[in-house]
């Protein structure tokens, strides 16, 4: 399928003229300077010139999506490249530079203060905003984008050798689940060659990105870029100390549970040791699962477990299978990963992601339907900055409708079959739990330790890999674990991970209410979706059903109702 990236918007502008073309950056210059100028005297004129900026807003965000999708389709074309950069050069500056000006014009308005409840949240986030601007770091949050960018053609090249077939890394990781060891291990040694022939390149980008992200920190009076990230990411209800103690919760209750795990995985595989090529094969099935070969029966399964699951979700995917807003296969050149993304203008979102054929591809394409879905559902809200959510509560969308198709997985699979993908589905959260405290515990380190090296960053990683994932046997590929802190989004988002571990609470919160009530909870589910960033985190979590929270007494009974299920 070939993906529509050039779309015309679908809600009119009420402010902008139609003309207007947000990547030219003199007209993205002179709409912010109008702005400035403008004199709001009253509530409703104030409410009407915010509705303005976030009209412009939108436009820019538009255009910035579309320029990145372009991009991460084809990281070998260098006419998007060249877009894309110019973007980053010209217009992501004004944009920063000008929105501050525009953020403490607005602050400081005498009828701020009237504004409606409904605008509290938005005016939170953008004291916090003005609070960590500085002018010298616009040119030095350009050059970030920038390394982004660079990390992105460098995993976007890398290919294996796969049996004499040269394949991308997600193409050669389906054979991580053959049922024949040696198959597994081939494959891994395959991964592996790519993998290491590109670690000192990566360690290098790294150690640029720490360096300037700490200086962007330090400009805004920050002692670290830890600190500076939690205030940037609007983390306003949990610090610094409440990952910590997430990460301890998760050693105490899921580290033991995914032991069992393993202990049961040994058993089954019957092995000796568990080494790093038996952990994404089901030891339970006889052959590995293949639930689809092309990308068009992945698409028109996942259409009809979303019209099962809910029929209004099921025709928002018909709506973006109609207007080409997925890129789904992999294919060498293409960006690794998933993301979805909005095109702000058609208020309609993009799903991208690198489809080989394996069970984690339906999980992929019904998690990144679920943030589709949450778009969809909170695209009416008169002010756009709420059309994007906390992230952990982003998350909560895409994960719980991973669990809500649950019971419609027969799409893809049958039999016995179906029993054990839906087993090995809540094996691999148990599994998830202490992967996403040491990808969290690790950036907290390498960001208050910016003096530390590779060398110190796989030591580190080594340390994690023996408090979290204990059970893993890495002797004789010892350089490979400490290649794990490799990840995408330790490049490319940085702190952005401990929103997975907080989402999966909600959305095993939104799951086992839906074992009790399958209609109520996806009712609530959908209402949640709707609010969009209208209400405080905390308050998201309430609408679904779910409890905020970080500790053990939160994710112990979670963890409790996953392995009762397994067991079932």
């Not at 530390?452 to 010892?478: M, T």
Request: include cysteine.
């Amino acid at each position: 399928m070939t993906p529509n990236t050039k779309t015309k918007p679908a809600y009119q502008r009420k402010y902008l003229s139609p003309e207007f073309n947000a990547e030219d950056a003199a007209q993205v210059r002179r709409e912010f300077e109008e702005l400035a100028r403008s004199d709001s005297r009253d509530r409703a004129e104030l409410e009407r010139w915010i509705l303005h900026w976030e009209e412009l807003s939108s436009a820019v965000n538009d255009a910035y999506a579309r320029a990145n999708v372009a991009v991460t389709v084809d990281t070998t074309d260098k006419t998007a490249e060249a877009r894309f950069m110019k973007f980053v050069d010209e217009i992501l500056p004004v944009v920063e530079t000008e929105g501050f000006k525009l953020s403490r014009k607005l602050l400081a308005h005498p009828r701020c203060g009237e504004l409606p409840l409904f605008y509290a949240n938005f005016l939170r986030a953008l004291r916090a905003d003005v609070e960590l601007y500085r002018e010298e770091n616009v040119p030095l949050k350009t050059e970030e984008r920038k390394l982004v960018n660079e990390y992105e053609k460098i995993t976007g090249s890398m290919t294996a050798v796969f049996r004499g077939q040269e394949m991308t890394l997600q193409q050669v990781a389906r054979f991580l689940e053959d049922p024949e060891r040696a198959t597994r291990k081939e494959a891994f040694d395959a991964r592996a060659v790519a993998k290491r022939k590109h670690a000192a390149a990566l360690d290098d980008l790294y150690a640029r990105m720490v360096r300037l992200r700490d200086r962007i920190a330090r400009n805004a009076g920050f002692k670290n870029f830890r600190d500076y990230q939690f205030k940037a990411w609007h983390r306003f209800d949990y610090t610094p100390d409440d990952c910590f103690s997430f990460h301890s919760a998760i050693e105490k209750c899921a580290v033991p549970a995914a032991k069992n795990l393993h202990d049961e995985r040994r058993a089954k595989l019957g092995v000796q040791t568990l080494k790093p090529w038996d952990m994404h094969v089901d030891p339970y099935a006889k052959d590995a699962v293949r639930p689809f070969e092309k990308v068009e029966r992945l698409v028109e399964g996942c259409r009809s477990v979303f019209h099962k699951v809910d029929v209004e979700l099921g025709g928002y995917f018909d709506e973006m299978v109609d207007g080409r807003l997925l890129d789904l296969e992999s294919r060498k050149g293409k960006a690794p990963g998933g993301y979805c993304t909005q095109f702000s203008e058609q208020r309609v979102p993009f799903i991208f992601m690198n489809a080989a054929g394996t069970r984690r591809d339906v999980d992929t394409l019904l998690h990144e339907g679920g943030h589709s879905f949450h778009y969809f559902l909170s695209r009416e809200i008169p002010l756009p900055s709420y059309h994007h959510t906390a992230l952990e509560f982003a998350e909560v969308a895409s994960m719980a409708m991973e669990l809500l198709s649950r019971p419609h997985l027969g799409e893809f699979y049958g039999g016995v079959e179906l029993d054990l993908v839906r087993n090995d589905q809540l094996r691999k959260i148990l599994e998830f739990f202490p992967f996403m405290a040491m990808i969290d515990a690790f950036q907290h380190w390498v960001y208050t330790n910016v003096g530390a090296g590779a060398a110190e960053w796989r030591a580190k990683w080594a340390e994690l890999e023996r408090r979290f994932q204990p059970d893993i046997d890495w002797a004789g590929v010892e350089d490979l674990r400490d290649l794990g802190w490799q990840y995408p989004h330790v490049f490319s988002v940085p702190f952005y991970y401990v929103e997975y571990g907080i989402a999966q609470l909600g959305a095993l919160s939104v799951w086992t209410q839906s074992l009790a009530d399958y209609g109520a909870a996806v009712a609530r589910y959908k209402a949640g979706l709707k609010l969009g960033a209208v209400k405080t985190l905390p308050e998201l979590f309430t609408a679904v059903g779910a409890r905020f929270g970080m500790d053990e007494a939160v994710l112990a009974p979670l963890v409790a109702a996953v392995q009762a299920e397994i067991r079932s």
